[in-house]
Structures are given as C-alpha cells and as structure tokens.
C-alpha cells in the first residue's frame, strides 16, 4: 500500500496546473463572492423566509387585573399602587412584544400562525411551520411582579423548532433582542428591578423526537460561509482528479502492469483512497488557513472550536477520499468519457444542492429538503452549527452522519471495483 | 515451456483470436507477426493472464495460467506497446513503484534498478521525469520496468514502434542480450519483419486472429521457393497498365510501392520482354527493375494479400 500511496501523492503533487488550480481559484471565488455578496449571510431577513406559530397561554387582562389586586393586598400606598400599576398598563409585555413580532420588517420575513400548542405541534412535526413561540400561563403577571416587584423569577418565552437554520437563528436573535430592551426599559421605569424575562433554554416539548434547543448562535459571516462551501467543493474536485489520473493508468496499460505484479487490485484502490485523503486535506487546509489569515475568518475563537472544526475538516476530507474511491472504480467500470460526465454532473448536482455555490436558503423549498442527504450539505450543515453554536452534540450527530456516507460510498467503490485481477 | 492451445478470444460475437497455437521453448526468442488488428495484443494479454480467453488454454510447463494467474505473473516480465510508465515520475521513481509492487526489498531493489538501467543504457538519467524523455528513452524505461523481477519470460509487443534509429538500435540489444546472454525466452511482437528476422529463430505469422504461418526463417522462406520477386521503379503508371501486368501469365501477385510495383512471379519465368512491352504500350517509363529472392515480407504479402504495415 506504501508504494501506491507514495506514488499517488508523487503523481498528484507533480501535476502543478492541477494544484494550482484547486487552489488558487477558490481563493479567488471566496474573496470575489464575499465581496460582492457581503451581507446575504449576515444579514438575510430580505431574502429569509420563515413560518411561525405563537401559542400565547396568557390572558393580558387577567394578568393585569391580577398585579392590580395583587398591589392593594400588600399594602401599598395608594399613590406608589398606581404609579406601578400605570406603568404596567402603559407597557404590557405581551401586547409589546406583539407589537414587535407583527412588525411590518418582521412580518416580511416571518409569516405568522396563531394556533393552540396540539395544533402547533403537529404542524412543526410535519414540517408546515418551522419555529413556535410560546407565551406560558401567567406570563404577564410573572413578568410584571418580577419587573416591577422585583419578587418571583419571572417568566420564559419559549422557541421551540427542530430546524437549526439561519431563519431560526434570527427569529431567536430577535425574541432576544426584545427581551434585552424589555429589561432595559422596565429598569429604567422603575429603579432597582432586575432582568426577568429570559429566554428560555430548554426543549419545552420533550415529547417530540428531535426537538433541538436553539442556544447563543453566533452570527455567520459571508466570507465564512464561502470559505467553507467552495473549499469543500474544490476538495470534491481532488476526487474527480483522482479519478482523472486513473483513467491514465488505465489507457496507457499501467494498471495492468500493476495486476501482473500480482498485486490486489484493491491495494491499488486503496492507494487512491488515501492519497485523494491526503491531498484533500492539504487543499482544504490551505484554503482555510489562507483565508483565515487574510480574511481574519475566525478571530479570537476558541481551542475546542479549531478542535471540532479539524475534525469536522477531516470528516469532510474522508466523503473526498471516499468519492475518489468510487469515481475511481468507475472510471474501470464504464466508458472514461461517460464515467467522466456523470462525475462531473454528480459534482455539479451536489454541489448545488449542498449548498456550495450558493446559500441553500436561495433555494427552492424542493431543493432545500434535499441539502442534508447530499454528503457535502450535511457536511455544510454541521460546519454553520459548529461556527454558530459550538454544540458537540449537533456535530458528533453530523459527524455519524457522515460517517455513514463514507462507509456506504467506500463499501460502493470496493464493489464496483473489478476484483478479478484481469482487466 | 509455454504454449496456448487453440486459444480464442470474441469481444460481443466477434472473434479477434481464432484458434492459436503456439510455443516458446526455454531460452528461446520467438517472433509473433502481423499487421495492426492482427490478434498479437489480445493473445498476449491472454498468454499474460490478464484476458480470459473464451476458449483454449495457456499452459506454463504443463499448468493452466488460466486457472492459475500467479504462476505465469512470478516468471513473466511483459513490455505493453503502450508507455505503461507515469509521466509526472523519473525513471528512478517509475522502477522503484514498479519494483515495490513486485515486492522487492530495499537492498536488492536498489541495485536491480541500477542493472536494468544499465542494461537499456539509460543510467546517467535516473533523476529526469518521464515526461521530459524522448519516445525511445520512454520505452527503453518501459522495458526496464518490465525487467525488475528477474522474468524467465518476456513478452514485448511492438517495443520499437515510432521512435529514433539510435533508440531501436539500443532495444534490439537489450532483446539480444536478455535472449544470449541471460537466457531468458522472448516472445516479440513487431510488423518489422527485418526486426523478427533479426533476434527471433522462429516465428509465428497471424492474420484475422489467426496464425497462418509458423516456422525459422528458412521453413518460412521455403513458401516462396518457387517464386521471385519482381521490383519495378516506374516514372508514371496507370490502373490499366496494372491489369494488363497483372493478367500475364506467371505474375501472380501485384504490389504498389513507393517507387513503382513489386511483382510476385513464377520461378525462372520469362515474363521481363512481356513487362517492357506492356510498358511501352502504356507510355509507362520503366527506370529501374530489379530480380530477387522472395524475403519474409514478400512471404507475409504472399500469404496474406497485404503488407505487414497496412
């Protein structure tokens, strides 16, 4: 295997238009894209589209009429009484943070559903809305009497979705945002109060499988997301490459000469493997790395973050390797010219579909559907939920994921690969 | 020591091998003749093991390489008409893959490239990539590579084909001491006949798959023993001209060649004042015309209707 390996990566680090070429042009299609399209991924709520359901517990009224009774029983001086209660009439949370969501700038990007919690549910379940905001009982009263008060711990709205994407993301970022200025302005209004309405962290619906918690998402920049789409497609070119040099192996009788040697084919085969792994990686890596230290791509960002992205970066070059491997055999299968045009259309597919020339949220819905179960969306996919939520949870599920995709197009490769050591 | 019996190869119902028998003894270097499409290729990549044959064996002292690849693999070094070499490799790098996969150790692998290399004559530059190589040079590698494992048999097809004088010089040789001086058997496959004549006792002739001829050079010569050849140099000549020399009575073959027409004749027949006539009849100017024995190229043109390089 070492002989192969060694003369795989001879052969490929020799081929200087070829590596000039993985290299050199999406360097240039990162910096072109990230300049020209600088704000698709930051700040996406023109293009951004999301469905929505608010299931409000609450009832405004009572809670108000509740902190009213609430404030004659403690015995308050009439006059502080109606101080307080004036400012909790003239700023009720639920009807603010109403008024915010049902925003005409919101509403351009969220499309609203009011329905109870069963019908919510089965809707994020069957995927006709992405995202539930959940106001609980007594929300206004809570609110108000940890606000005001200052007693109680006050109340949670919650977020509910099973779909870590940018729209959710934002529609977090602004449930946020509310609950920051809400604070802020309540303690102003009334000196001395403390921060009551929090986000709430939890999965609130624990019955449905695959409930995520959407925790402190970091915002995505465009140059981060190119970096990372066309890197990865440039990687997957390593693997038609390597599938390039094979058919020259195989039209100038190489490769025979190899089977005469009574080597197994497969060594063969896993020669190209693991150098497609190998140079993968080192195009991948300078890609980033390059991009990294011009771009300042990552600043000031953690030693587990460059942990789980190198892994991930790995996982990414193993789906090229593994590529390698099958465009390989299928170069000994069929026909070069048509094994070399369906290499190049399965690219070009994949590569739209995961995302790699465009943000898959440009999509059509159709399309979007598809991005995880194409290797490089998945891988994608994982990488944006790394740089945002740093969650190992949702990366070792994208890393299982995609170790599946490498097992099954390895195990594909060795079976189409003729075995017979004849030709 | 090696022999195929009534070996036969179809590719989607045609048949490109017909039937070939053929052996080499040890020690010997044997020629395998015929134009392009002839079947050489194809019977030697079922001789080599690596083509199943649709029927027929290939038996290496006496034991089926079919049913047994490695046995022939071991003992077999096969020089392909193709430059079986990586480009983007020296010639250093290209024998020392080779060798590895032939799962020579360092010591020996070492010095087995540096006698290999010695022996096509191209030492002095080991550390230059292929790519940067002339075509001779390319394949003088080629044959190196095929010669690393020590093979008691080696099969080269077309090993001189589109290269320099000096090169051709040098692989004819390199065959010529691999045969003489180390004892090993050669199959070698050209459509040079002087090439054949030259290095190989016997030879086998193949046409449409099969073998139409075999024997040493003098067997094969005796076809034609009872025939001349004819070589006329002609100034201009038409197709009627042709027909009229083609209708006498003891021609029996006619060829174009670069210069005028080669006539296949009956021995000792006095067919010249015919030709001479014709030619004037025809306003053909006859410059030049020459008499002799039948060649192996005319015993080819004889036996098959065409040139070896048609």
Request: with cysteine; hydrophobic share 45%; charged share 20%.
């Amino acid at each position: 295997m070492r002989a192969f390996l060694k003369k795989d990566v001879l052969v490929y680090w020799r081929d200087r238009k070829q590596n000039i070429f993985s290299l050199v042009i999406p360097l240039i299609l990162i910096v072109v894209l990230g300049l020209l399209l600088p704000n698709w991924i930051e700040n996406p709520t023109s293009t951004l589209q999301l469905k929505a359901a608010m299931v409000v517990h609450d009832n405004e009224a009572a809670g108000l009429e509740q902190f009213q009774s609430s404030l004659k029983s403690r015995g308050l001086p009439d006059e502080e009484a109606a101080v307080l209660f004036e400012l909790a009439a003239h700023s009720p949370p639920v009807s603010l943070l109403n008024d915010m969501l049902k925003s005409d700038q919101i509403i351009s990007m969220v499309e609203w559903v009011e329905l109870d919690e069963e019908a919510a549910l089965r809707r994020l379940q069957s995927g006709e809305i992405q995202a539930i905001v959940t106001l609980p009982e007594d929300f206004t009263l809570h609110i108000l009497n940890k606000t005001l008060l200052d007693e109680g711990n006050g109340a949670a709205i919650s977020l509910t979705s099973d779909d870590p994407s940018i729209e959710v993301g934002v529609l977090q970022g602004i449930i946020e945002g509310f609950t920051q200025q809400f604070n802020a302005s309540s303690a102003i209004a009334h000196a001395g109060t403390h921060s009551a309405v929090t986000l709430n962290q939890e999965a609130v619906l624990p019955s449905i499988g695959g409930v995520e918690t959407i925790e402190g998402v970091r915002v995505l920049t465009s140059f981060q997301y190119f970096t990372l789409a066309v890197g990865a497609m440039f990687a997957m070119y390593v693997a038609a490459n390597s599938a390039n040099k094979a058919i020259t192996e195989k039209r100038e009788h190489v490769f025979q000469r190899i089977l005469l040697s009574g080597s197994h084919p497969l060594t063969y085969l896993a020669g190209k493997i693991v150098a497609t792994l190998m140079m993968s990686l080192l195009q991948l890596t300078l890609v980033i790395l390059i991009c990294h230290f011009v771009l300042d791509l990552f600043p000031g960002y953690s030693l587990e973050f460059w942990l789980g992205f190198s892994l991930l970066m790995m996982m990414m070059c193993l789906i090229v390797a593994a590529l390698g491997g099958l465009f390989t055999a299928a170069m000994f299968r069929m026909n070069a010219n048509t094994a070399n045009a369906i290499i190049q259309a399965l690219l070009l597919i994949i590569g739209v579909i995961g995302g790699n020339f465009a943000p898959i949220y440009i999509l059509p819905d159709a399309v979007q559907q598809l991005w995880e179960w194409t290797p490089n969306g998945l891988w994608l996919s994982t990488m944006i939920q790394w740089i945002q939520q740093e969650s190992w949870e949702a990366a070792i599920n994208g890393m299982l994921g995609l170790s599946a995709f490498i097992i099954a197009i390895i195990a594909l490769s060795v079976w189409t690969f003729p075995k017979r050591g004849r030709i | 020591m090696l022999e195929t019996v009534e070996l036969s190869k179809s590719f989607k119902g045609k048949t490109v091998v017909d039937g070939v028998s053929l052996y080499l003894d040890q020690g010997e270097s044997v020629g395998l003749l015929g134009p392009n499409g002839a079947g050489k290729s194809t019977t030697i990549s079922m001789i080599s093991s690596l083509l199943a044959p649709t029927h027929g064996d290939v038996l290496l002292r006496g034991k089926s390489v079919i049913k047994h690849p490695q046995h022939i693999r071991r003992v077999l070094g096969v020089v392909p008409q193709e430059i079986a070499l990586y480009e983007e490799l020296s010639a250093y790098e290209n024998l020392q893959f080779f060798g590895r996969i032939y799962k020579l150790k360092k010591p020996a692998l070492e010095s087995k490239i540096q006698e290999v290399l010695e022996i096509v004559g191209l030492r002095e530059r080991q550390k230059e990539l292929i790519k940067t190589f002339s075509g001779g040079m390319k394949r003088r590698i080629n044959i190196a590579a095929a010669l690393l494992h020590n093979p008691q048999i080696v099969i080269m097809d077309e090993p001189t084909v589109g290269i320099d004088p000096q090169s051709r010089n040098h692989i004819l040789d390199t065959v010529r001491y691999l045969n003489l001086e180390k004892g090993t058997t050669v199959l070698y496959t050209s459509h040079y006949m002087e090439e054949v004549e030259q290095l190989c006792k016997r030879m086998y002739i193949m046409d449409h798959g099969k073998v139409i001829a075999s024997g040493t050079k003098e067997e094969l010569g005796r076809i034609l023993s009872s025939e001349d050849t004819i070589l006329l140099q002609l100034d201009a000549y038409d197709d009627a001209f042709i027909e009229e020399i083609r209708s006498l009575d003891p021609v029996r073959q006619v060829e174009r060649t670069d210069q005028g027409l080669k006539l296949i004749i009956a021995k000792q027949s006095r067919v010249l004042s015919s030709i001479v006539q014709s030619a004037e009849r025809h306003s053909v100017q006859l410059i030049n015309m020459h008499v002799h024995t039948p060649s192996l190229e005319d015993v080819f043109l004889h036996l098959t209707g065409r040139t070896l390089r048609d």
